[in-house]
């Protein structure tokens, strides 16, 4: 157990069933009965019954409650126990925070969604806060005098809790939230569940660095998936992921929601034109160390403000039990690694460059993107003609990519990788040649030019190359243009 020995805490009889009901923090107003479900609320000793809380959804998740573990807060190595879980449902799809109790009696959250966790604090904002339709997608606002960028601002509801737990929002009632991201990685989450609303900060979390112990036996993880008919050609179709919200049928490739869940209604929309992917769905390799699986391929095209060529890339969705999702990009400037960030780079005003993290990154290619073809599993609502608006920028240490949508803003990080890495992490090396694309190297802006522009070039060097080879007998090789994306994917909000 992580908490102090010394630490007082309060038991007393459920008004459901009579079964133990405990409160570890001062802090915890509210608790879900273990045995009976009964949701409770404590009033100085005395425990009132409020209603039935609903069952869990099962997403698999490692954790559990008496799940103790270890935080860097402050500069100290602070103790902490996972004491109540909360799930709540948004537009963007499921997620779970935990209600994880410090030493000292206070309580923190380790918020968790699609395997990225983030650990969070109650803060006073130092204001009152706006109403949530106040915040608009991009701006910048300020939290105690620090600047954060508006990341996303949605409906959420609580649907379901277990264990110990803070003040609770009307189960099922839609509220409002707002997430906004720093520059140097930070998120703060205002939930409007509660009046005034309940504001925290705090940074993302590896599971490894938590050291945390009891977590669930692996090996009592139920793998069978699951499985129905498409909706489209009867061809059987196999959930493999929890946290799944589309998917394609093998047979057909028609894009399936599972919005309703499995046993809902099923809503499927045709596919022609297949892209197939180079990496099989289902491969598994390493790369940066960690051990990935490829479980969705999503191809999508691009085209500059002004310009009327089209440029294509393609997107790899890879998954980790404790690291989540990440994404490998295929495009014609190579291949590259990239995954969400957990805050949000600050743009210059004239947006040419952003800074995160302490690095300045240069504005390289402005876009809006295209979703043209899916295959495999995806953690959010994907469907075919999804339309962003992008920015790529770079660095000599690496790639970012902001991607925006009429209510959220994603910014992903991440590094360019060498052809043979992608070959040998996928053990794809009779692939090598197909794969091969330009290795990493400096980065170098496109020339954003339009094709009038680039067949007037491409006649000059024709007649520079007739005068060269009049004078020297030697021709030379012709020019082409390429485009593409490092990142960029569509999600959902929601502590990620």
């Known amino acids: 157990m992580a908490t102090d020995p010394t630490q007082r805490y309060y038991r007393a009889p459920c008004p459901g069933c009579g079964a ?3 409160f570890r923090s001062a802090q915890s107003t509210h608790a879900v009965c273990g045995y009976c479900q009964s949701t409770v609320v404590r009033s100085g000793d005395v425990l009132t019954r409020l209603g039935k809380m609903a069952e869990l959804f099962d997403d698999h998740s490692p954790l559990q409650l008496m799940a103790s573990g270890r935080i860097q807060l402050d500069g100290k190595d602070v103790p902490f126990t996972l ?6 449902k948004g537009d963007a799809g499921v997620w779970t925070e935990w209600a ?9 959250t380790l918020g968790e969604d699609n395997g990225a966790y983030v650990f969070t604090r109650p803060i006073d904002p130092g204001r009152e806060m706006p109403a949530p339709e106040r915040f608009r997608i991009g701006t910048t606002t300020a939290i105690n005098g620090k600047p954060y960028s508006v990341a996303y601002t949605g409906q959420a509801s609580l649907i379901s809790a277990q264990g110990e737990l803070p003040k609770l929002p009307p189960l099922g009632q839609p509220f409002g939230m707002v997430e906004l991201r720093s520059a140097d990685g930070e998120v703060v989450s205002i939930d409007y569940g509660h009046t005034p609303p309940n504001v925290e900060r705090g940074k993302s979390v590896l599971l490894e660095d938590l050291q945390l112990q009891g977590l669930k036996d692996e090996s009592a993880k139920d793998e069978k998936g699951r499985q129905f008919n498409c909706p489209h050609c009867g061809a059987p179709v196999q959930v493999k992921l929890a946290g799944t919200k589309s998917i394609t049928c093998g047979s057909c490739a028609s894009i399936i929601s599972l919005d309703s869940g499995v046993g809902g209604e099923l809503r499927s929309a045709e596919q022609d034109e297949p892209v197939q992917p180079l990496i099989p769905l289902g491969s598994k390799g390493q790369l940066q160390g960690v051990h990935w699986q490829v479980v969705g391929f999503q191809h999508r095209m691009g085209v500059e403000p002004g310009d009327d060529e089209h440029f294509g890339w393609s997107e790899y969705l890879l998954y980790n039990q404790k690291r989540g999702f990440a994404f490998l990009v295929d495009s014609e400037e190579g291949w590259s690694m990239v995954r969400p960030t957990t805050g949000a780079p600050q743009l210059s005003s004239n947006g040419r460059t952003a800074t995160y993290m302490g690095t300045k990154y240069e504005l390289k290619y402005t876009y809006e993107a295209e979703t043209t073809y899916v295959l495999g599993e995806f953690y959010w609502q994907v469907t075919r003609g999804q339309k962003t608006s992008n920015r790529d920028f770079a660095s000599a240490k690496g790639l970012l990519s902001l991607e925006q949508t009429p209510n959220e803003v994603t910014w992903s990080a991440g590094d360019k990788l060498a052809s043979d890495t992608v070959a040998k992490a996928f053990k794809l090396e009779d692939k090598a040649d197909v794969l091969q694309r330009d290795d990493p190297g400096p980065f170098t802006a496109k020339s954003g030019l339009g094709c009038g522009t680039i067949i007037l070039i491409a006649i000059i060097i024709i007649i520079l190359l007739i005068i060269l080879s009049n004078c020297s007998g030697s021709s030379g090789s012709g020019y082409r243009s ?7 994917y569509s999600s959902g909000g929601s502590h990620k």
Do not use: I, K
């Open 100 to 108: 994880a109790f410090l030493n000292d009696g206070t309580l923190a």
């Open 482 to 488: 390429s485009g593409g994306s490092f990142g960029g």
């Open 83 to 88: 004491v109540g879980r909360l799930q709540y």
């Open 20 to 22: 133990p009901v405990e």
